[in-house]
């Protein structure tokens, strides 16, 4: 169950919910090799028509039910860059969200 602290509902993640859109996707980096690993417990905050936030399930995926709108979706996760995209909700319709994080470069001592 994913937490919509908006409305203080706990939603099953296939739910249909009437006059509801969502933002789902993924959260990610990549490897040395290339390959997509995802990052589990990053933060997913939206501001808008209404203000939301959950984290990542182990897998990377999130889901949050939400009003039709423009939202600003910020990602931040501990050891990576934050990153910040629009989205807009319809009602009805799933707004996928895919975003890919940078690692933070270590600070260098002298």
């Known amino acids: 169950m994913i937490s919509n602290r908006a409305s203080g509902q706990a939603l099953a993640?296939?739910?249909?919910?009437s006059g509801l859109g969502s933002i789902q996707g993924g959260i990610y980096t990549t490897n040395p090799d290339g390959y997509f690993v995802p990052i589990p417990s990053a933060k997913i905050t939206v501001t808008g028509p209404v203000n939301a936030s959950t984290v990542t399930k182990?897998?990377?995926?999130?889901?949050?039910?939400l009003p039709a709108g423009r939202y600003?979706?910020?990602?931040?996760?501990?050891?990576f860059v934050s990153k910040?995209?629009?989205?807009?909700?319809?009602?009805?319709?799933?707004?996928?969200?895919?975003?890919?994080?940078?690692?933070?470069t270590p600070i260098k001592s002298p």
């Open 58 to 65: 182990m897998n990377g995926e999130y889901v949050l039910y």
């Open 84 to 104: 910040s995209v629009v989205v807009k909700v319809t009602n009805g319709i799933a707004s996928e969200a895919d975003i890919q994080l940078t690692p933070r």
């Open 72 to 79: 600003n979706l910020t990602v931040s996760a501990v050891g």
């Open 13 to 17: 993640p296939n739910a249909s919910v």
